[in-house]
């Protein structure tokens, strides 16, 4: 059993439930509190929905009716969340698949390389998602941080730190697993023979090239009691 690809299965199947989480929620940017204290009300808005709330604990949401009329920068965000949560999920898979304590997925070198392609898939779920949250948060900070912009401005929603924090537990599953195939890849141990304590009176032992056979050769001398006086 090998705890480095345990530990980075752990990781990456945490982060691609964070990834999941992250892709699903309607916080990725919410209004600011200095902005909402007189009427008491803010505005969560999603990927795919925009909510609003108010202190009584009452929300309605409703979904985006066309991608058409959506952003740019929210439709890219949406392609990148959705190849990650993919990408995860196929990694997910493979990490099973190449793990040293399971009975499929063949020879040791056969779960070397399966192990180590669910490294690499679980690299590149990580670094969509961090790319996804990455651009979202831009657009948000580039917003909120313009004099000349007099909409609503928003701030950084729960679900950006998610899908961070998804994205670098996939990333350092991944790289675990990339590593761990240097342990399949060890040279196997020489053999080497024991032949025993010698002494002057004890017969050497020689080794024919069999399958692991050996012969022993013993003097045909023998010695009396006289011979040790």
Not at 71 to 93: D, T, W
Request: hydrophobic share 40%.
């Amino acid at each position: 059993m090998s705890w480095a690809q345990i530990s980075a299965l752990m990781c990456g199947v945490g982060g691609f439930g964070a990834l999941v989480a992250a892709t699903t929620s309607n916080e990725w940017r919410v209004t600011t509190r200095a902005s909402s204290v007189i009427t008491a009300t803010w505005v969560y808005q999603g990927l795919w929905m925009n909510c609003a709330g108010n202190a009584l604990g009452s929300f309605h949401c409703r979904p985006h009716f066309t991608i058409f009329k959506v952003e740019g920068y929210i439709q890219a965000c949406r392609g990148l969340m959705i190849a990650a949560v993919s990408l995860g999920f196929f990694g997910s898979i493979f990490a099973l698949f190449g793990m040293k304590c399971t009975k499929v997925g063949g020879s040791e070198k056969a779960k070397a390389k399966i192990a180590c392609l669910a490294g690499i898939v679980f690299i590149l779920s990580g670094l969509c998602s961090m790319t996804g949250c990455s651009l979202y948060a831009n657009k948000i900070t580039t917003e909120f941080f313009d004099p000349l912009f007099m909409e609503q401005k928003y701030e950084l929603g729960a679900a950006l730190f998610i899908g961070w924090a998804g994205s670098s537990l996939c990333i350092i599953g991944g790289v675990i697993f990339c590593f761990s195939i240097s342990d399949n890849n060890k040279t196997p141990r020489m053999g080497y023979t024991y032949n025993g304590p010698t002494s002057v009176t004890s017969s050497r032992t020689k080794y024919h090239g069999g399958e692991g056979e050996f012969k022993a050769t013993n003097p045909s001398k023998q010695f009396d009691k006289n011979a040790y006086v």
